[in-house]
């Protein structure tokens, strides 16, 4: 303690450093934790509106589930309300969570009935249950999400709707 209290006294005396601010200033990579359960939480609140300003103006979003990049938080939003309004039951439960000052890394299972499909789906996955593990990658600069990848097994899930069954 009386080491700390010189060290302290020294800093502030000779103006080197600065040990309170040192204390009170989060790092990045505690920051992206934050937004990494926040992202989690909004999806379960289903509030796509939130999430879309977890994003930068101009973020890219790509998924297996879709074709090309997705940009801009108009597109983002639009993806969610779509997971939102065909799985209305649609859950994520967060299993890990790896951060540095630049990315975030999640691994978590999401679980839904697919009860609400798109037009284009076909009628025999309406109904069906779907439980999956995902993983996504976020790429972070000032607070906000630059750019993401998910991942998740589109085998399983297929499985799960009755693909393989079909006729």
Not at 48 to 74: C, D, F, H, M
Not at 79 to 95: E, H
């Amino acid at each position: 303690m009386k080491l700390k209290n010189i060290v302290m006294g020294v800093c502030f005396f000779a103006g080197a450093c600065s040990y309170s601010h040192a204390i009170s200033q989060p790092s990045a990579s505690a920051e992206n934790i934050k937004i990494g359960t926040e992202w989690i939480s909004l999806l379960n609140r289903h509030d796509s509106i939130r999430l879309a300003i977890l994003y930068s103006e101009n973020a890219q979003v790509s998924s297996p589930n879709w074709e090309g990049t997705k940009e801009g938080r108009t597109e983002i939003r639009a993806i969610y309300g779509r997971y939102f309004s065909s799985t209305p039951d649609l859950r994520y439960i967060l299993s890990d969570i790896i951060t540095t000052d630049t990315a975030i890394v999640l691994e978590y299972e999401f679980y839904g009935t697919l009860s609400a499909p798109e037009p284009s789906t076909p009628a025999y996955m309406k109904g069906k249950k779907y439980s999956l593990k995902g993983c996504t990658v976020m790429h972070v600069r000032n607070g906000m999400i630059t750019k993401q990848e998910f991942y998740f097994d589109q085998l399983a899930f297929l499985r799960q709707m009755g693909f393989f069954e079909q006729k």
